[in-house]
Nanobody, 124 residues
């Protein structure tokens, strides 16, 4: 069974920084893309940043220059370094692996996995 577990959320003042971590565990064969999305109250979930296994990254316009996504493939862990945080960054942040390949017996399956979410609150 595959699981994504996030950590690192919390309360921070505007202008501050937080670092989120997401570790995948279980019968994993490979992970191509790892990403972070967020959902604020009353709003739809939006993609914040994603990173491919070769290191290629993409970011939402709203976080470019402030957030940095990285990963450690050996640890099956993705990170989101968030600097210059703004109150509008307040949301639940979710880790996502949309094309994770896992073992079930001798068969490989590709599935979309999500973490449970971690709250980030930025006070003004």
């Amino acid at each position: 069974q595959v699981e994504l577990v996030e950590s690192g959320g919390g309360l921070v003042q505007a202008g501050g920084s937080l670092r989120l971590s997401c570790t995948a565990s279980g019968s994993i064969y490979s992970i191509n893309v790892m990403g972070w999305s967020r959902q604020a109250p009353g709003k739809e979930r939006e993609l914040v940043a994603a990173i491919h296994s070769d290191g290629m990254t993409n970011y939402a316009d709203s976080v470019k220059g402030r957030f940095t996504i990285s990963r450690d493939n050996a640890k099956k862990t993705a990170y989101l370094q968030m600097n210059s945080l703004k109150p509008e960054d307040t949301a639940v942040y979710y880790c996502n692996a949309p094309d994770l390949i896992s073992y079930r017996g001798s068969t490989l399956y590709t599935d979309d996995f999500w973490g449970q979410g971690t709250q980030v609150t930025v006070s003004s």
